[in-house]
């Protein structure tokens, strides 16, 4: 190198010089903002898996506190970096790696985030246009706490007196954009937002290879107030929820609105989908499809989860269900694919494909107490106006023993329409069992059509008064 530079006029050094400098130090007008890290004092010598390599936190945060004075900015982050501190972003910022080998691995100890948008505001939306593109986000679980003493209650989503350590953190955001990103080992959270609109996700990996049991290594959690969510192919590991809307799980007031989730892989996922609202906040225009995979314990939560009112749920629907049970790893509750509960005005379930293997599984249960396997009771009221349930398919051709009820009614339902149903049981198993089983609740209007399930009875329903529409 030195003996090509010799040979070099000292006018072509110079120019060489600034145009590689030039690359990193863009003047504050100008409309080039792109900025490649490792050129701009960023060693990027780490792995997104293994750690290690340099701290590069500062010239890393540097570089993205340029976004003011420019306007806008656009880090490629070009290879894979250690920090140990949460990278604050601003609007009109753009973070792309080029491949899944580039991204941010945060230090042991760190305790904190990989990244967050600037101002972080649960009551205002202060910070716009945030986007991510490709790479690998590891949050390094086995090397941080679940939670910090918080005292200031800063972010502290869930207590004023603890601070959980969530991987990425968005609150008080409008025009966010993921695409193509891997979150690896997260600690508890994987991403946890608040107060938010325009919000797209498109092929999201939830990478949880260190898993820590029953620790809240939950994948995507929307926290209230939000409107415009569209969340496809997000496929991955979680411990307890993959997906979960939770719009006033934090102040008891927020709402949730237009919610699209199109294409949801789990690969021995704690828990599926939750929808969690406890108090005046409501969860409204919500549409699940194209579910696929294997879950251990429970695959769709539909309640308040939280003693009180029954909170309240809109419409909301799922097509396309086919999850495969394996065995559950949470005891407290038996293992379910859906649970309803709470107060709930419309929700339709189309086209679920439901296996039965050697699992204690139930498919529906509606109503009860909200996690735990008892009776309705006053501080946990269930009332659903409308429940229909719309092709069902249920394999019971491999198993050697069969549940004794499908549809559990522990609560109050106004309408039931159960139609399209398909039971397929091999010969040597019991003719027995219930497709619908009336146990504390009650059902105004049943409507049953196109069912072809020789095998089973509907119980509790002829002292109940029910109208059958056949």
């Known amino acids: 190198m030195k003996t090509f530079m010799k040979t070099l006029p000292l006018s072509y050094v110079l120019l060489l010089f600034l145009t590689v400098s030039a690359l990193c130090q863009q003047p504050e007008n100008s409309f080039t903002t792109a900025f490649y890290a490792s050129r701009c004092g960023v060693v990027l010598d780490s792995d997104v898996y293994k750690g290690g390599g340099t701290d590069v936190t500062e010239p890393l945060q540097a570089v993205l506190d340029r976004a003011p004075k420019l306007g806008r900015l656009h880090l490629i982050l070009d290879g894979a970096a250690r920090i140990s501190k949460c990278l604050k972003v601003y609007s009109n910022t753009t973070i792309e790696c080029p491949d899944k080998s580039c991204g941010l691995f945060l230090s042991d100890n760190s305790n904190c985030s990989l990244l967050c948008n600037v101002t972080g505001d649960m009551e205002h939306i202060r910070d716009r246009n945030i986007t991510l593109i490709g790479g690998t986000y590891?949050?390094?679980s086995p090397g941080q706490v679940h939670h910090l003493p918080n005292k200031k209650g800063e972010n502290g989503v869930f207590s004023k007196d603890d601070k959980w350590v969530f991987a990425l953190e968005f609150y008080g955001i409008e025009q966010l954009l993921l695409r193509d990103v891997t979150i690896a080992n997260q600690r508890t959270f994987a991403l946890t937002m608040a107060n938010w609109k325009y919000v797209k996700m498109e092929n999201i990996h939830i990478d949880r290879r260190v898993r820590k049991d029953k620790e809240n290594q939950d994948g995507l959690h929307f926290f209230g107030p939000g409107r415009f969510l569209t969340l496809r192919d997000i496929h991955g590991n979680s411990g307890d929820d993959f997906?979960?809307?939770?719009?006033?799980?934090?102040?008891s007031k927020s709402a949730i609105e237009d919610v699209l989730i199109d294409g949801v892989q789990l690969d021995d996922a704690d828990?599926?989908?939750r929808m969690l609202v406890r108090g005046k906040g409501k969860l409204d225009r919500v549409i699940v499809r194209n579910v696929t995979g294997t879950y251990r314990s429970y695959g769709f939560i539909i309640n308040p989860w939280y003693a009180g009112n029954g909170g309240h749920y809109g419409n909301i629907m799922f097509d396309m269900i086919d999850l495969r049970p394996m065995k559950n790893n949470y005891t407290y509750s038996p293992p379910f694919l859906f649970k309803l509960g709470g107060n709930i005005e419309s929700l339709t379930l189309k086209n679920?494909?439901?296996?039965t293997p050697?699992?204690?599984h139930c498919l529906f249960i509606v109503g009860g107490e909200y996690y735990l396997n008892r009776p309705e009771r006053p501080n946990y009221p269930t009332k659903i106006?409308?429940?229909?349930?719309?092709?069902?398919?249920?394999?019971e051709r491999n198993v050697q023993s069969v549940p004794e009820t499908y549809i559990r009614v522990k609560s109050q339902v106004g309408v039931l329409s159960v139609n399209n149903v398909i039971l397929r049981r091999a010969e040597e198993l019991p003719k027995s069992g219930s497709l619908i089983n009336?146990?504390?609740?009650a059902i105004q209007e049943l409507i049953l059509n196109n069912i072809s399930a020789p095998e089973l009875k509907l119980r509790g329903l002829t002292s109940l008064g029910v109208?059958?529409?056949l």
């Open 352 to 355: 679920i494909y439901h296996h």
């Open 243 to 251: 997906i979960a809307l939770t719009p006033d799980e934090h102040d």
């Open 385 to 395: 106006d409308r429940l229909i349930i719309d092709g069902l398919y249920i394999d």
């Open 438 to 441: 009336v146990d504390g609740g």
């Open 138 to 140: 590891n949050n390094n």
């Open 467 to 469: 109208r059958y529409l």
């Open 358 to 360: 050697d699992y204690d």
């Open 271 to 273: 828990q599926g989908i």
